[in-house]
């Protein structure tokens, strides 16, 4: 199973970019949540810009790929905040909005697990990595099912998709990566009460931690859209370029013969 990833013996280059990206992002996320627990809505939009910038900074030396990528990730995971919380109140946040910081956070947030997908470390240790993160997400679920605490049959579906996608999956690194600092985020945002998940699933009817054990899960979902819907909008892109190209072209040749 764990043919998946890459052999310990791999070749791996550390590339402090890669590390720098994930640092400030661990960093940011703990900050703002803490002190979104009692900020106002015009301090919420404050970070917002603010993370903004940050993403914009950090996308300056990505890929023309990896930016769109991101851009794919802030929109889908965006809808789906405005979906699975306003709507469907799967979790609320304090003010029962999709906070400012929120969608850049997305951004920044894929960006770490690409950052950390691809660093040295992760590739050295990716099997090691792969044994700690299912071991200890799968006894996060086995407890959250044991009656011990207030319940969490969603988490339980929801470490089982995580697995779907560590092991069978395109992008196991991204994966592995992303479970790090999206429970990162939902630990702290859920302990300082940025937003609270719903006891019981609006959907399934079933019981659901704060956090839910798999919510590692759901990002995953963000990750492959975007890494899935990258190649399409690129090559939209492309022909969107060239066929201005052509009109621009072809309007600068009339206008020629015209005089």
């Excluded at 550390?14 to 661990?26: E, G, M």
Aim: charge should be neutral; include cysteine; glycine fraction near 8%.
């Amino acid at each position: 199973m764990l043919r998946h990833f890459p052999s310990v013996d791999i070749i791996c280059v550390h590339h402090k970019r890669d590390y720098i990206i994930a640092a400030v992002t661990f960093f940011c996320v703990a900050f703002a949540l803490i002190n979104d627990a009692d900020a106002t809505l015009a301090e919420q939009k404050v970070l917002g810009s603010c993370a903004w910038v940050f993403l914009a900074i950090f996308l300056l030396g990505e890929t023309k790929e990896i930016r769109v990528q991101v851009a794919i990730a802030v929109c889908f995971a965006t809808l789906g905040e405005h979906f699975a919380s306003p709507f469907m109140g799967g979790y609320t946040y304090r003010f029962h909005n999709v906070p400012a910081y929120v969608p850049p956070g997305h951004g920044m947030v894929y960006l770490t697990a690409v950052a950390l997908a691809r660093s040295g470390l992760f590739l050295k240790y990716a099997r090691k990595i792969t044994v700690l993160v299912v071991s200890v997400c799968g006894l996060w679920s086995l407890w959250g099912v044991s009656g011990l605490g207030q319940g969490d049959a969603v988490g339980m579906l929801l470490f089982c998709v995580f697995l779907i996608y560590l092991f069978k999956g395109k992008s196991p690194m991204v994966y592995l990566a992303a479970f790090f600092i999206t429970t990162w985020l939902e630990l702290i945002g859920t302990a300082v009460g940025t937003w609270q998940w719903a006891a019981i699933d609006p959907v399934l009817g079933w019981t659901q931690g704060n956090p839910p054990s798999g919510v590692a899960a759901w990002y995953c979902l963000v990750d492959a859209v975007a890494m899935g819907g990258s190649e399409p909008v690129m090559n939209a892109l492309k022909d969107i370029k060239l066929w201005a190209s052509v009109k621009i072209r072809k309007y600068a040749y009339q206008s020629g013969n015209d005089e």
